[in-house]
């Protein structure tokens, strides 16, 4: 793990790139990453989010300033902006059930192709995929999602990149932090190596490349 | 009373002590305010936790606590929070007892269209699908009619959620079962005939020879 400042962790991300968000209507999603990647107008991201939060906040940001061309969401009925985008063909939207959404990620940071799942059997989710009995039943083939770039938030994080969560605000964000070539984390608090004791760590180190200096 | 509380307050009818249960926005968040005290139901919020409490007091907000629309809640003791995968591994994986949902037609045969209106609203189906195929239990909490128009339809018309079929549907009219895959007329709301729920419904109904009155 390397501490960079938030300037620098945004230099890193070219325009176009692929980029995970951590968040859940906003709530634990890296603010200060979204304002920079504003600041430095990274056009045409390819963006895998939640949802796309409200205007002016989390992810909301992007959508105000025209910054995503593709988005891999679950639910943007909330963001009036990122509806007109996407009605207006400025933005290529795939809307995926939560649960699958989550389940490729983790797929895509665990190694595996893809997973099984009985959700969307028999609606328009399932036109274009696989379908595949195990057992009797049906299940869809949905594949695996990476990114260049996983942006997550966490309530702390000590010296060496151990991370914890608070509350409703961990979400998306652990299982992101396995799906990305690289991983920029800002957080809350940071604290010492001990704080965290080892059972409650919940991103380990490792998986961390860079944290966001205080600013 | 009012529309919504005659489903809500019936809804809760359905919950039990022990149960675990993931209420959608809308209507089925109202329920939670006519489950009895005495009652020990672990309510879902499917962002990250269990055993969601009322909204906090002015001024006692967190910005790390709250529902799947983003809102400021609270936590009940004995409380637990968790990542996505795990909150929508308890979904799929059949550990939620109840989920409540609205709805935007049911079908005869008991199959649920409540995310999309093609060209109209597209908003994504969020975790609506995944609680209508691993839920144990599906309960749909809906006005009978919207616009003078039956909401419990022949067919549905619109995108399905689910090829899962739900298991009941409260109405501000009427409880609908589907036993045997047919829709089934099981109560009626209170002041409320047979006749007057078989004149707005567009599904064909059965009907038992006895129809007993909601108990709210």
Known sequence: ?215 | MDPQIIIARRVAKELKSGNLVNLGIGIPTLVANYVPSDLKVFFQSENGLIGTGPIPEQGMAHPTLTDAGGRPISALPGASTFDSAMSFGLIRGGHVDVTVLGGLQVDAHGLLANWMIPGKMVPGMGGAMDLVTGAKRVIVAMQHAAKGKSKIVAKCTLPLTSARPVNLVVTDMAVIGFPDGKATLLETAPGVSVGEVMAVTEAELAVPDTVPEMKL
């Open chain 1, 1 to 215: 793990m390397k501490a960079v400042s938030v300037e620098e962790a945004v230099a890193m991300i070219p325009p176009g790139a692929s980029v995970m968000v951590g968040g859940f209507m906003a709530v634990g999603t890296p603010e200060r990453l979204l304002d920079e990647i504003v600041r430095q107008k990274k056009t045409g991201l390819t963006l895998i989010c939640n949802d796309a939060a409200t205007p002016g906040k989390g992810v909301g940001k992007l959508f105000d300033a025209a910054l995503v061309s593709k988005l891999t969401a679950t639910h943007i009925g909330l963001n009036p902006k990122a509806q007109q985008q996407m009605l207006a063909n400025q933005i290529a939207v795939n809307l995926v059930p939560q649960g699958t959404f989550v389940e490729r990620i983790r797929a895509g940071g665990c190694g595996l192709g893809g997973v099984l799942t009985p959700t969307g059997v028999g609606t328009l989710v399932a036109e274009g995929k696989r379908q595949i009995e195990v057992d009797g039943k049906p299940f869809l083939l949905e594949t695996a999602l990476r990114a260049q770039f996983a942006l997550v938030h966490a309530f702390l994080a000590d010296y060496l990149g151990n991370l914890a969560y608070a509350l409703t605000s961990r979400n998306f964000n652990p299982v992101m932090a396995m799906a990305a070539d690289t991983v920029i984390v800002t957080a809350e608090n940071i604290v010492p190596v001990g704080v965290i004791a080892p059972d409650h760590v919940v991103t380990p180190a490792p998986l961390v490349d860079y944290l966001i200096t205080n600013g």
